[in-house]
């Protein structure tokens, strides 16, 4: 704050402050019109920058800046020449305008909205209630229909010098954006502030205040900060990635078993040995339980709402076999795996079910231990030449969706894919291409750590080892830099075959992979994950327990896993929560020699990782981190709230005054320090009486206090008991009427007014001054002064 | 229509080859002139005060008042402690502007005109119900008062030293007067009123007028020529930088609070006031103090404001209430 406070601080004179504020305080106007300015844009910054998250992932920042741009231009250009009600119909035109176009967009159409408000209402509602903007469909459009209108509202309200207003426009958009879960604890923290600061110098501005008054300003700025930080009432968006990470789902199991909107990457897993379901189907298949189009650099996010199941879904265009699944959950499951593509369930959790835009099944409910439920899937069977001629003749809707990119994508991650794929001369033979280079080129490792920016190039450019949610990631970004339709989807690989065409699926066969879409065949699945190396690591547990596995059907191979389960890993077992006893048998695999048995088709082994580590060590780095550099940044805003508070509360003055009425520090001009002796025997005055008026003159001053107090003893001689202890402790009263006080009037206004002073005038004056001090220290000059009362006593009237 | 109480004061003498008087000097001569005024007037020591300051401060006064209350009698126990010529003009519709200044008038024995001075050539002037005569009238006083001097046919005469016009308006019958001009308003230093006596004061005024009237026996208590030097010292009682920047925060605040604020003239006044009122008290210097208590009468009377609800007087009081004495001064 480097405004001019001119030549005055409030503290040179005790009874100054509402002089100062008045007469030199006051900051001129367009200083503090400028500040309310600049918090309007730091309001706007706050969640175009939201939405500018939104458009990094899905495309479109340029033209989100063009139309903020343009919406502040307009409303700057039209601030002085239309009326505020013209500009609200303007903004709302604008919004509805946007939104329809988004309806347009998203396939809706303007003319069904409109004949089903409801369902838009309870669109908004799923948004509000904390859906992401990243999972809507048509995020980007959406993102852009919303900027327009409070960008131009807010910023139009602000010119006009309507700043409580403005906030309102900027306000909503940024509670809207709170509410769906995307603007973080930071950006909402800084919206907040903008949004204050907005109100607090519009204020200022109109009731031209002084710089005095921007402590209380600070003042609520330390509080909303420090509150903020201090209970965290914002949803955390993906903003916050270290939360994500932490949480249940960052987990590639955990968010496999609850399949939720959005999958996390997360750094070193584990596995979890414990059988989850077991499939009986004619055929091996990779069971599949989320399907995710839109990366952002650190996780997948599903768009698209779910619709409920009302029998049967749609078929792939191409050849497909009907291939019939029953699934029985072997402990409580919260997805519902299935070969792709499914297209119809039976069984109790059927009438709960819910259908992604992606063609996946997805239960409201969990998944008791022991239910059943049967799946009839439409299988496509890759075959390389039909693949081969597929071509490139992609559908709207596919090319819509699953070549999403994040605009801020390296060229080098794009150059290094071309080379890549620079043989290939049809999507298939990319896809193989990448997956080849993907198999053979990395490692396969559960103990990753977690690169902190785009996960796909990282995997690609600089990473030598990592596990299937990497490869998948990395060949799914690659395959859509080669423009071809690809997205990563999420669930467990074939599992334990145990007889009969049985199979039993446990937590470390949780898995990802890539589908790849061919027109005219539909979403193909490709495996980048070295099948082999991932055996490798952990071929002693799973070749142990094939073994196990195949001398008995499920039932007996759970239940000798329960039996040794114990001696298992510790960590396992209470990594797992849902580990059941009988379930795995893993001790036995422990015993086993390494067995290289792998058969890329219809792996068992595909890792399950747990993420106890993970949060462990995310833990880890992060706690001292953060603490550290929050603790800093929250002592820093609490010492600026408390000194501005001291400052609001003219503590420093008093402070200042209070050591001054006893010390009258270094001697200079004698007029100057009979100036400063006088202050200090206004303090003493002000102190026992009242400050001084500004209209008052020093004299008059003086006269005013002996008049009222003489009134006051009079009134305490009247009788009533608080008035007779006032008139005690007023009993110095004599202050005002003391003829010392008068003498060091009288110097001091010789030295203002008059020809000025002789250094020994002005000592003398500085000693009278200590000596009244002294008399009024709180302890040692009462009972000196009580001396002094009782020998003054015969009429010392003055 | 005019009366002499005192025969018109010899040819007047420059005060500047005098010594000033000390200010203890002038402190006691102004007590004892407003004390022995007060033998004669009942009452009004804050007026009497205020008239001897002007008096000092080389200003006039206007009493605006009703009639029978003193004016007259405190003009001329003025001017009779002071040991001054008193001349009374009395303002009529009909009189004439050489009425006030004097006429040159042919003499039958020298043949040749002789100027016949007017009742402005005294020490102490009342003009007595200025405002019952026309503007010609009126503006021959105020200029006799503004310059110092009378011209009539072509020649410029000096007027007496000191020169101090005590003015009466009466304030009963205002459809019959012709108000003073504004702008000659603003020559007098300062406007008083007199007011009717308390009780207590009425039966003492009674008791002092039964027989011989107390003017007849009061005395000289100083002579001319000690006034002109106490007017001397008085001019050079020190005003320092913080009083003259109060002042002119006073004059602002008057013009940006009324139609008509205080003129530099106001300012001016209000300083030599101030000044006199220092020099009363013994005061070598102008303290905020006499400030104060000279600006309602020195200032209230220049200030026009708009509305009915707020006078001159308010604007002053409103003024001295939120107008800082001091700015920073470390």
């Known amino acids: 704050m480097s405004i001019d406070t001119g030549d005055s601080s409030p503290e040179t004179s005790p009874h100054g402050r509402s002089i100062r504020l008045d007469a030199d305080g006051t900051v001129d106007a367009t200083t503090f019109r400028l500040f309310a300015l600049a918090s309007v844009l730091v309001l706007t910054a706050s969640y175009v920058s939201v939405l500018r998250e939104v458009t990094r992932v899905v495309g479109g920042t340029q033209s989100l800046l063009a139309i903020v741009g343009a919406a502040l231009l307009v409303a700057t250009v039209l601030a002085r020449a239309i009326r505020p009600r013209t500009a ?66 807010s910023w139009y309200l602000a010119l006009r010098g309507r700043y409580a207003l403005s906030v309102v426009p900027g306000g909503v958009a940024l509670l809207f954006l709170v509410l769906t879960g995307d603007a973080g604890t930071t950006v909402t923290l800084v919206g907040t502030l903008g949004a204050l600061a907005t109100v607090g110098f519009g204020e200022l501005t109109s009731r031209g205040g002084s710089i005095a008054q921007l402590d209380l300003l600070a003042v609520l700025f330390a509080v909303v900060i420090v509150l903020s930080l201090s209970a965290t009432f914002v949803p955390s968006g993906p903003a916050n990635p270290t939360t994500a990470g932490a949480s249940d789902p960052g987990t590639l199991e955990g968010a496999i078993d609850s399949s939720p909107e959005r999958s996390g990457i997360a750094g070193d897993v584990d596995l979890s040995p414990a059988v989850r379901f077991t499939v009986e189907s004619e055929r091996p298949s990779y069971w599949r339980t989320g399907v995710y189009d839109r990366f952002t650099g650190d996780e997948w996010l599903r768009s698209g709402q779910e619709e409920p199941f009302e029998g049967q879904l749609e078929t792939p265009p191409g050849e497909f076999n009907r291939v019939e699944q029953t699934v029985q959950a072997e402990s409580d499951l919260g997805v519902v795996p299935v070969a792709p593509e499914p297209v119809d369930l039976d069984g109790p959790i059927a009438q709960d079910a819910t259908v992604s835009s992606h063609g996946q099944v997805h239960p409201t409910t969990t998944l008791r231990e022991g239910e059943r439920y049967t799946v009839e899937s439409a299988v496509v069977l890759p075959q390389r030449e039909p693949l081969q001629q597929a071509g490139t003749d992609y559908p709207e809707e596919i090319t819509d969706h699953y070549l999403q990119r994040p605009e801020d994508t390296s060229s080098e991650f794009d150059e290094r894919t071309a080379e890549i794929t620079d043989d290939a001369e049809t999507p298939l033979e990319t896809a193989i291409a990448i997956e080849q280079y993907l198999r053979t080129s990395k490692e396969y490792s559960l103990e990753v750590e977690r690169p902190t920016d785009n996960v796909a190039e990282a995997f690609l450019l600089e990473m030598e080892e990592g596990y299937c949610v990497y490869y998948a990631t990395a060949m799914t970004q690659m395959l859509r830099a080669e423009d071809v339709p690809a997205r990563y989807v999420s669930g467990y690989s074939t599992g334990e075959p145990v007889g009969d ?72 077992t209470t990594d797992d929560a849902t580990d059941e006893p009988e379930q795995p048998d893993d001790d036995e695999t422990n015993e086993s020699e390494p067995n290289e048995t792998d058969d890329g088709g219809d792996d068992v082994g595909s890792p399950a990782p747990d993420d106890a580590t993970t949060g462990d060590d995310a833990d880890g780095l992060t706690i001292p981190v953060t603490v550290g550099r929050e603790t800093i940044a929250l002592a820093a805003v609490l010492l600026f709230g408390v000194v501005a508070g001291i400052h609001r509360a003219g503590m420093a003055a008093q402070v200042r005054r209070s050591v001054g009425c006893y010390w009258h520090g270094r001697r200079g001009e004698p007029d100057r320090d009979v100036v400063r002796a006088y202050r200090r025997l206004e303090w003493l005055l ?85 000596e009244l001090a002294r008399e009024r220290l709180p302890f040692v000059g009462r009972s000196r002064f009580s001396d002094r009362e009782h020998q003054k006593e015969p009429g010392d009237g003055v | 229509m005019t009366d002499v109480n005192s025969p018109p004061s010899p040819t007047q003498q420059s005060s500047t080859d005098r010594d000033r008087l000390s200010i203890s000097a002038v402190e006691s001569v102004s007590a004892e002139i407003q004390d022995n005024v007060s033998r004669v007037i009942v009452g009004h020591e804050d007026v009497v005060e205020h008239v001897v300051i002007a008096l000092l401060g080389r200003g006039h006064v206007l009493l605006d008042d009703v009639p029978g209350v003193g004016k007259t009698m405190l003009a001329r126990s003025i001017a009779r402690s002071i040991d001054c010529s008193f001349r009374r003009v009395q303002f009529t519709p009909d009189l004439l502007p050489a009425d006030v200044t004097g006429v040159n008038v042919f003499n039958e024995k020298s043949r040749e005109f002789e100027f016949q001075p007017g009742p402005v050539f005294g020490n102490v002037v009342l003009g007595d119900e200025i405002n019952r005569a026309p503007p ?99 001019a050079n009682v020190r005003v320092a930088k913080p009083i003259r920047e109060y002042v002119t925060r006073l004059a602002g605040y008057t013009r940006e609070h009324a139609r008509v604020g205080v003129s530099p003239r106001g300012t001016i006044s209000l300083l030599r006031a101030a000044q006199a009122r220092a020099g009363t008290n013994g005061r070598e210097y102008v303290i905020p103090d006499d400030v104060q208590l000279q600006a309602p009468v020195v200032l209230a009377h220049r200030i026009r404001t708009e509305d009915r609800d707020r006078n001159g007087d308010d604007i002053v009081s409103a003024a001295l209430e939120s107008v800082p004495v001091e700015t920073d001064l470390e």
């Open chain 1, 501 to 572: 065409d049985t199979y039993v699926v446990r937590g470390l066969d949780a898995h990802a992979w890539v589908e790849v879409y061919f027109p005219d065949h539909g979403w193909v699945a490709f495996e980048p994950t070295p099948p082999s190396d991932r055996n490798e690591v952990h071929g002693e547990e799973l070749e142990q327990a094939r073994e196990d596995g195949l001398e008995d059907v499920d039932t007996p191979a759970s239940a000798d896993a329960a039996a040794e389960d114990p001696s298992d890993d510790g960590e396992e």
């Open chain 1, 88 to 153: 609200g119909t303007l903004a709302i035109l604008a919004g509805v305008g946007g939104f329809a176009y988004y309806f347009e967009a998203a396939g809706i159409g303007s003319r069904a909205v409109l004949g089903s408000a409801d369902e838009l209402l309870s669109d908004a509602l799923t948004l509000a209630t904390g859906l992401p903007l990243l999972q809507m469909i048509e995020a980007g459009v959406w993102t852009l229909a919303f900027a327009p209108a409070p960008v131009f509202l």
């Open chain 2, 136 to 234: 010609k009238t009126q503006s021959a006083l105020l200029e006799a008062m503004e310059e110092g001097q009378v011209t009539v046919d072509g020649e410029t005469r000096e007027l007496p030293a000191p020169f101090t016009v005590i003015a009466t308006q009466n304030a009963v019958e205002p459809n019959r007067t012709y108000d003073l001009p504004f702008a000659e308003l603003d020559r007098f230093m300062a406007k008083l009123q007199l007011g009717y006596p308390d009780p207590a004061q009425e039966s003492e005024l009674l008791g002092r007028t039964i027989g011989d009237h107390p003017i007849d026996a009061l005395e000289p208590v100083t002579t001319r020529e000690t006034l002109v030097r106490a007017r001397e010292t008085v």
């Open chain 1, 686 to 770: 002000a102190d026992e009486y009242r400050p001084r008026c500004p209209g008052e003159s020093a004299r008059g001053y003086l006269e005013a206090l002996a008049t009222e107090g003489r009134a006051a003893a009079s009134a305490g001689a009247g009788g009533e008991t608080s008035a007779t202890a006032k008139a005690e402790t007023h009993g110095d009263s004599a202050l005002a009427t003391d003829p010392r006080v008068r003498d060091v009037l009288e110097h001091y206004e010789r030295a203002v007014y008059g020809g000025g002073l002789e250094r020994a005038e002005a000592d003398e004056a500085i000693e009278t001054v200590d």
